[in-house]
C-alpha cells in the first residue's frame, strides 16, 4: 500500500518521540530505508522510517501495552537511569542535567556517593596550582597589558589594531567568526600576511606574520609580539566566558590589548594582577554624542530616512520588515546571524554606497561592520536568549545603539523604538548605569580531561561539584565561576553509551564532545551523532566528512541550513585531524559557490524571501545564533 505521508523520522525521534526500545523497532517496525539526512543532506546516509507507520504500530494492542507498560516504568527514577543504556537520548539529557550518571542504577546509594567523593577530591588534588600556572609559557613571560575601555563606537578597537597591525607578529582573537574574517580582511588589505581560523574555515597564507581567529582557537604555545583581545566583558557569558578568562591568562604576547566595556575593566585587572603582569588604562570617550529620541519611530517609508538602521531579533522578522519596507518602495539591506560573510559584507557595502537607504539587521550589527548608520530603531525589546523570551538588558541595548552616530560621517547619533514602550526600554537602557563583572568564567582543563582513571562524564560532574574555592590554590575571594558544561557532558554521556566497535581513546572523545554543535537541537545532533557512529565504527572518517555538492536551485533557507551544516562538518573534520588541504579546499569551494548564490538571492526582491522563512521556520528556529558563533 502506497505510503501518503512522506515525513521520515530518525531512530532517535522514533525512541524519544515515541518511546519505542531499539528491540521494539526490531520486532515491530518494517526495515527502514537508508536514506540521507532531510535537514543535512551532506552527513552519513541513516535508517529513516516514515512517521505515519510509526504512530499506526503504536496504536496495536501488543504495541501500546508494551509501550504503556515501559512509560510507567520510565515514570520511576532506577529507569530514567537505565534508560541512557539503550540510547534513549532524551533520558540521557535529562539525567545529566540533573547530575545523575544514567548507569547510577547499578550501584548502592552509598557506593555512589563514595564515588563522588572520591572523584571530587581527586579534582581538588589536580587543580592545587593556580590556574594561571596552567599555561607556562605565558608565564615565563613578563607581559604588558594596555586596556582599552569605553563604549560602542569609542574607537578603542580601531586602535587596538593600528598596534597589531605595526608589529611584526600577532594575532587577533575575536568574540565571533565573521568579525575575525573582517578583521583577517583588514590586515591583509593593509598588506600584511593574515592567517583566518575559525571553527568553520582556515585560510592559510604563505609566511603569515599575523592571525585573525576566533578566541577558542587561541594558541597558547604560539609566542606573538602584540596580541588583541576583542569584547572582554563576554568574560561573563556562561557558555563561553572562559576562553576569554584562558586568553587573558594564557596568550603568549610581549604586548597584549584588550578592548573592553568598562564593566569589565575590574575582574579583568584582577586576572592580569593574578598573574604578576602589568598594564595600563586607556580610556576611550564616544567621538560622537548618543541621544535617546523621546518619540518613536515607525517602520514605514514615511518615517524611514537615509542611514537608518532598523534592529529585530529573528531572521524572520528581519526579512518581513525588509519585505513591507521594500513593498512601499524602500531599498534596503539586511544582516543576520545565519548569512556568510561574504554575503553579509556585500548587504553592507549596498548600504555604505547608498544603493540601499537603511539596514535591517539582528543585533548581529553590534560587533564589526561598521556602518554608516546616524539612527537606530528597536523593532522589539525583547529577545530569546537561547533558554527564554527576555526583556533586553542595558548592556545589550547600550552596544546595539552604539553604533548610531558614526564617527566621521554624522556629528550626533540617534536611537529610539518603533512604538512608545520601545522607546521608553531603550531609553532606559541608554541612560542606566553599568553593573560591574566581579567574576570571570573558567572553563574545564583539558588536562584535567584527560585522567583516563575515572570516566569522562564523572570528571565533568566532578568538576561542577567541587567547591571552586579549594582550586587552584585555595583563593580566598575567588575570581572565578565555572563556565556552564551542559552541551558537553551530555555529548560525553551519548559517547559513552553508544554502540561501537572500539573504544574511543580519552583523547578522542575530547575531540569529539568540543566540536562546535548544539546538543539540544535535534538536526545538529543528528548530524553529529551520525559522524561520530563513522567514526567509532571504521576509526576513521574516510569519505563521510566531505560534504555533497550544494543544490544551486534552491531557497534562501536551504543555503542557511546548507552553512550550518559545511559548519558542523568541518569543526569535526578539524577536531579528529583529518582536515588536510584538499579537504579545505572542497569546503571554501562550496562554501563561495553557495555564498555566491545567496548574494544573488539577496539582490533580488526581499518580498520573495520572507515567505520562505515564515514558511519553514518555526518560531524558536529562526531565532538569530550570533551569540553562539565560534
Not at 555512589?112 to 581538588?124: D, F, G, S
Request: one cysteine or more.
Amino acid at each position: 500500500m502506497k505510503n501518503n505521508n512522506k515525513k521520515r523520522i530518525s531512530k532517535t525521534t522514533v525512541m524519544k518521540q515515541y518511546g519505542f526500545t531499539e528491540k521494539m523497532i526490531a520486532d515491530y517496525l518494517p526495515a527502514p530505508e537508508l536514506a540521507t539526512n532531510p535537514h543535512y543532506r551532506s552527513a552519513p546516509k541513516m535508517k529513516l522510517w516514515y512517521e505515519d507507520d510509526v504512530i499506526r504500530i503504536a496504536q496495536e494492542p501488543e504495541v501500546k501495552t508494551k509501550l504503556d507498560a515501559l512509560n510507567a516504568r520510565r515514570n520511576s527514577t532506577g529507569m530514567k537511569q537505565a534508560a541512557a543504556t539503550r540510547h534513549d537520548t532524551n533520558v540521557i539529557k535529562n539525567a545529566v542535567s540533573k547530575g545523575m550518571n544514567p548507569m547510577a542504577h547499578r550501584k548502592t546509594k552509598t557506593s555512589v556517593n563514595r564515588e563522588r567523593n572520591h572523584n571530587r577530591k581527586q579534582i581538588e588534588r589536580m587543580c592545587e596550582q593556580p590556574y594561571p600556572d596552567w599555561y607556562p609559557k605565558a608565564r615565563n613571560m613578563h607581559r604588558k597589558f594596555i586596556l582599552h575601555v569605553g563604549a560602542t563606537n569609542s574607537g578603542k578597537t580601531h586602535d587596538a589594531l593600528e598596534a597589531l597591525k605595526a608589529a611584526k607578529s600577532g594575532v587577533y582573537l575575536s568574540p565571533l567568526r565573521l568579525l575575525a574574517l573582517e578583521v583577517g580582511d583588514d590586515l591583509r588589505d593593509a598588506g600584511i600576511a593574515c592567517n583566518v581560523i575559525t571553527g568553520e574555515e582556515q585560510d592559510l597564507q604563505t609566511n603569515a606574520t599575523h592571525t585573525a581567529c576566533t578566541i577558542e582557537m587561541m594558541e597558547p604555545e604560539l609566542k606573538y609580539d602584540v596580541a588583541v583581545i576583542d569584547e572582554a566583558q563576554m568574560i561573563a557569558d556562561e557558555n563561553r566566558g572562559g576562553s576569554w578568562t584562558n586568553a587573558i591568562i594564557g596568550v603568549a604576547a610581549n604586548e597584549i590589548h584588550v578592548c573592553m566595556a568598562p564593566e569589565a575593566l575590574n575582574i579583568v585587572k584582577t586576572l592580569i594582577e593574578s598573574c604578576g603582569d602589568e598594564c595600563a588604562i586607556v580610556k576611550h570617550e564616544r567621538k560622537t554624542e548618543l541621544i535617546p529620541m523621546t518619540n518613536p519611530i515607525h517602520a514605514t517609508a514615511s518615517d524611514i530616512q537615509t542611514g537608518d538602521a532598523l534592529i529585530a531579533f529573528s531572521r524572520r522578522d528581519v526579512l518581513s520588515t525588509a519585505a513591507k519596507l521594500e513593498s512601499q518602495g524602500v531599498k534596503t539591506s539586511v544582516i543576520y546571524g545565519a548569512l556568510p560573510w561574504k554575503v553579509r559584507k556585500e548587504e553592507a557595502r549596498k548600504f555604505r554606497e547608498h544603493e540601499t537607504k537603511v539596514v535591517v539587521s539582528t543585533d548581529a550589527i553590534g560587533m564589526g561592520l561598521n556602518l554608516p548608520i546616524r539612527r537606530v530603531i528597536f523593532t522589539a525589546d525583547s529577545k530569546y536568549d537561547g533558554k527564554e523570551m527576555r526583556p533586553l538588558h542595558a548592556d545589550e541595548i547600550k552596544q546595539i545603539a552604539g553604533r548610531a552616530g558614526r564617527y566621521g560621517i554624522y556629528p550626533k547619533g540617534y536611537v529610539t523604538g518603533t512604538d512608545g514602550h520601545i522607546a521608553n526600554h531603550v531609553r532606559d537602557g541608554i541612560i542606566a548605569g553599568f553593573n560591574t563583572i566581579d567574576k570571570a568564567m573558567i572553563s574545564i582543563p583539558r588536562e584535567l580531561m584527560m585522567n583516563e582513571d575515572i570516566e569522562l562524564t564523572d570528571i565533568i560532574r566532578a568538576w561542577n561539584e567541587t567547591d571552586i574555592t579549594k582550586l587552584f590554590g585555595g583563593l580566598n575571594d575567588c575570581p572565578f565561576i565555572r563556565e556552564n558544561t551542559d552541551n558537553i557532558l551530555s555529548a560525553a554521556a551519548w559517547l559513552e553509551h553508544a554502540d561501537a566497535n572500539q573504544v574511543l581513546s580519552r583523547d578522542d572523545m575530547i575531540s569529539l564532545i568540543t566540536v562546535q554543535f548544539d546538543f539540544t537541537r535535534d538536526e545538529q545532533f543528528e548530524l553529529w551523532s551520525s559522524l561520530c557512529r563513522d567514526y567509532m565504527r571504521d576509526g576513521k572518517l574516510m569519505r563521510s566528512c566531505e560534504p555533497d555538492a550544494p543544490n544551486m536551485n534552491a531557497k534562501l533557507d536551504y543555503y542557511e541550513n546548507y552553512c550550518h551544516e559545511l559548519a558542523i562538518m568541518f569543526s569535526f573534520a578539524q577536531h579528529i585531524g583529518i582536515m588536510d588541504t584538499s579537504l579545505n579546499a572542497l569546503f571554501m569551494s562550496y562554501r563561495n559557490r553557495v555564498e555566491r548564490r545567496m548574494i544573488t538571492l539577496m539582490n533580488g526582491s526581499k518580498q520573495n524571501l520572507a515567505p520562505v522563512i515564515q514558511r519553514h521556520f518555526s518560531y524558536y528556529d529562526d531565532l538569530d545564533d550570533d551569540d553562539y558563533e565560534q
